[in-house]
């Protein structure tokens, strides 16, 4: 997949580098081979995972400095498949020089396309401010993730990054686009974060995520532990979140399987477009019975494998895998016994993959 992403809004406070972490986080634990970038001087993605300056041997602003390789920067994390570029700025002196770095726009695009990463994803932290190394995350990216609180200030900055989107887009990088508009620090009783919510449904529906980042203090806890939410706390609302952000976000970059017409063309649909009979929907577990339900349609016969994996650790169940003909399905699964934590349901029909969680409490 090898996709860059930017987390980024000309604001601060709006949750960019909680959901650059968790996210990030997030799609290593689903075991999807990542990179978090801190573009960020402030440098709070390190202290999210636990990084002091006696662990980091290195970071952003060596390698737009040519004082050091990529690879000789990329810290290994406690997550097996998440790694981690630190922006290692401590002085006045050394931003002075960042800043000074960022104006070769696409130094950093360049760096990273001929590096040719082995990654699925690329996350990038950004500044709370537009110019300077925003502007080459940007310029790098193949995609936007716009975090917004319930707040009208929130709103004003959103217009900002849309207008320099459009305009990197003009000069710059014809491939960026919105990746998502994301609601962070929901507070579901408050009548900011209903006017929020209806505002960009409303206004721009098409681009808002359906997960919302719910408020809550284990985000701001998990910092003090040097840990993502997620790690710290996975029962938690935030690490559930989390983790439901990851899924949509691969869900709407998976492309469903090749249908062919009469006329023998074929016709490739997005996953955000998929017809509901190639999606399995997931109930949530009966509280009373401890069985879950998963229901799905084949329009042709096709082999369909599904399995249920622990997160966290290597065990696996098979719960089918055999040809089916065409029609409707249940298959329910009995979480009685089952230890506690997150679990995903991996789905396989013919070339089409999905992945969804789900968590026994």
């Known amino acids: 997949m090898n996709k860059i992403i930017s987390v980024a809004l000309p604001k601060g406070g709006v949750g960019k580098t909680a959901t650059s972490v968790n996210l990030a986080a997030s799609l290593a634990i689903l075991e999807y081979k990542t990179l978090l970038i801190d573009a960020d001087p402030s440098g709070n993605c390190a202290h999210s995972l636990n990084f002091n300056s006696s662990k980091i041997h290195g970071g952003l602003l060596d390698l737009l400095g040519f004082v050091k390789s990529l690879q000789s920067i990329i810290h290994k994390t406690a997550f097996e498949y998440l790694d981690f570029i630190p922006s290692n700025i401590n002085t006045y002196e050394e931003e002075e020089r960042f800043n000074r770095i960022s104006a070769n726009v696409t130094l950093l695009r360049n760096i990273l396309h001929q590096a040719k990463l082995n990654y699925d994803f690329v996350i990038i932290d950004c500044p709370p401010y537009l110019r300077g190394i925003t502007n080459l995350a940007l310029i790098a990216s193949k995609s936007v993730i716009i975090p917004i609180k319930s707040a009208n200030f929130s709103l004003g900055a959103l217009v900002k990054i849309i207008e320099r989107i459009s305009w990197i887009r003009k000069n710059y990088n014809t491939d960026l686009e919105i990746e998502g508009i994301l609601h962070t620090m929901y507070e579901s009783r408050t009548k900011a974060s209903i ?57 709407r970059n998976k492309t469903c399987p090749l249908i062919k017409s009469e006329q023998k063309s074929r016709l490739k649909l997005h996953s955000a477009q998929l017809p509901n009979h190639y999606s399995a929907e997931y109930f949530e577990k009966n509280q009373n019975s401890g069985f879950s339900s998963i229901h799905f349609t084949l329009p042709v016969a096709n082999i369909v494998e599904i399995e249920l994996l622990k997160l966290g650790s290597n065990d696996s169940e098979k719960l089918l895998n055999e040809k089916l003909k065409s029609g409707s399905y249940n298959l329910f699964l009995d979480l009685r016994g089952k230890e506690k934590g997150f679990y995903k349901i991996k789905y396989t029909a013919g070339e089409f993959v999905e992945t969804i969680s789900i968590h026994n409490e």
């Open 195 to 251: 006017l929020t919510d209806k505002y960009l449904h409303d206004l721009i529906g098409e681009y808002t995520y359906h997960t919302i980042i719910p408020k809550s203090s284990s985000v701001a806890e998990s910092t003090f532990y040097g840990k993502p939410v997620i790690q710290f706390d996975g029962q938690s609302i935030c690490g559930e979140a989390y983790l439901k952000l990851a899924l949509e976000i691969l869900t």
